[in-house]
């Protein structure tokens, strides 16, 4: 007898979301998604393809003090950059989301 395990792996989307003159991009990563400029600092992520539950995002910035990811949901996450004296900056932020695609997977 064989005993047969399904093992089903998780999505992950990454990439860097840029600024330039005010306006939010995910340029050179396209399966990470589309943006939208909420003001200074403060960008909602709509992933390309939705997860089945809301995804583990994390949000870091090489040049900035801290990103605060808000909320996220199936189908997009929001983030908020701000300096280390509290005030919201357009740096660049670096995302990772970790999720599944599956009913099954908990």
Known sequence: RALKAVQLRPRIVAGVLTNTAGAWSTTNYPDLGTTTDNGTGDVT???????????VV???????????????????????????AGTATDASIHVLALGFDYVDQQ
């Open 45 to 55: 992520l709509t992933f390309s393809k939705a997860f089945h539950r809301a995804p």
């Open 58 to 84: 994390l949000a870091s910035s090489t040049v900035i003090g801290s990103v605060a990811v808000t909320s996220s949901s199936t189908t997009a996450c929001r983030l908020v950059a701000a300096t280390h």
